[in-house]
């Protein structure tokens, strides 16, 4: 990802707003310049048609880009107190003239999309903690269980690759004895942070088709009808403690 992609992540652009923010057309696409950091620094920050953000950093002293900014290896305070400042500076932009989507993965948005228009139920976000803040919670209306949890977390806490870069991951529960057969298709892992013998992950970045993941959440929803939402509670059932993301008050949360 790029240090625009990063700083940005989870935003999009208001094209409605980009013209009163400062932002001038350039093409198909819209153009800001803007100094920081006193005037030593210049930001030129590009817009494309599709929502891609780009950007350059100039020394003013001498009409350069600053390239030590894009370089992980430098690692000096100087370098790091200007893209504090850059990234601080895109978020000033974010403010002015970009949304903040619900979910980051357009896959975890169109997967919303689809749950409220066949069940009527949008998630909620019960979390207070900083780390789980942005986590939502898909719940069966009727009773207020869940059947769904999206987390936005470090791919490789999944996959195990060496890439940091973020994505939307969704956890629901499945049939135990399909368990091991489900973890062998491509983008489905072993459930993150709940328990792995009821529950599995699925990566939303488009490896299954919306139609797949959202078959695997209508599944998951099964669970919290009939017999098994009357059992809640019960190991064999599979919504016993050691389902929770992180510890929470199961008058308020007890699923």
Same mark, same amino acid.
């Given at each position: @990802?790029?240090?625009?992609?990063?700083?940005?992540?989870?935003?999009?652009? #208001?094209?409605?707003?980009?013209?009163?923010?400062?932002?001038?057309?350039?093409?198909?696409?819209? %153009? @800001?310049?803007?100094?920081? @950091?006193?005037?030593?620094?210049?930001?030129?920050?590009?817009?494309?048609?599709?929502?891609?953000?780009?950007?350059?950093?100039?020394? %003013?002293?001498?009409?350069?880009?600053?390239?030590?900014?894009?370089?992980? =290896? /430098?690692?000096?305070?100087?370098?790091?107190?200007?893209?504090?400042?850059?990234?601080?500076?895109?978020?000033?932009?974010?403010?002015?003239?970009?949304?903040? /989507? @619900?979910?980051?993965?357009?896959?975890?948005?169109?997967?919303?999309?689809?749950?409220?228009?066949?069940?009527?139920?949008?998630?909620?976000?019960?979390?207070?903690?900083?780390?789980?803040?942005?986590?939502?919670?898909?719940?069966?209306?009727?009773?207020?269980?869940?059947?769904?949890?999206?987390?936005?977390?470090?791919?490789?806490?999944?996959?195990?690759?060496?890439?940091?870069?973020?994505? #939307?991951?969704?956890?629901?529960?499945?049939?135990?004895?399909?368990?091991?057969?489900?973890?062998?298709?491509?983008?489905?892992?072993?459930?993150?942070?709940?328990?792995?013998?009821?529950?599995?992950?699925?990566?939303?970045? #488009? %490896?299954?088709?919306?139609?797949?993941?959202? =078959?695997?959440?209508? /599944?998951?929803?099964?669970?919290?009808?009939?017999?098994?939402?009357?059992?809640?509670?019960?190991?064999?059932?599979?919504?016993?403690?050691?389902?929770?993301?992180?510890?929470?008050?199961?008058?308020?949360?007890?699923?």
């Amino acid at each position: @990802m790029t240090f625009e992609e990063k700083a940005l992540y989870g935003y999009i652009p #208001d094209f409605a707003r980009l013209s009163e923010a400062g932002f001038v057309r350039s093409g198909d696409g819209w %153009t @800001m310049k803007a100094g920081f @950091m006193d005037g030593d620094f210049e930001a030129v920050i590009d817009i494309s048609a599709d929502g891609a953000v780009s950007g350059r950093v100039i020394d %003013t002293a001498d009409g350069g880009e600053y390239l030590p900014l894009r370089s992980e =290896s /430098r690692v000096g305070p100087y370098v790091s107190h200007v893209r504090d400042a850059y990234a601080a500076l895109l978020l000033d932009i974010a403010g002015r003239c970009f949304v903040r /989507r @619900m979910f980051v993965s357009d896959q975890a948005n169109r997967v919303a999309v689809m749950v409220k228009e066949r069940f009527g139920e949008e998630p909620d976000f019960p979390f207070s903690a900083k780390e789980y803040k942005a986590a939502a919670v898909f719940r069966n209306a009727g009773n207020r269980r869940w059947y769904g949890l999206i987390m936005n977390i470090p791919k490789n806490r999944l996959s195990g690759e060496k890439s940091s870069d973020p994505a #939307d991951v969704l956890n629901v529960k499945h049939d135990e004895a399909a368990i091991l057969k489900l973890l062998e298709k491509a983008g489905i892992y072993p459930a993150y942070h709940m328990q792995k013998r009821y529950w599995v992950s699925v990566i939303l970045d #488009d %490896t299954l088709s919306d139609g797949e993941v959202f =078959s695997l959440i209508c /599944r998951s929803r099964d669970f919290t009808v009939g017999k098994s939402a009357v059992s809640a509670g019960n190991e064999d059932d599979g919504f016993a403690a050691a389902s929770w993301v992180i510890p929470a008050n199961p008058a308020i949360y007890d699923i």
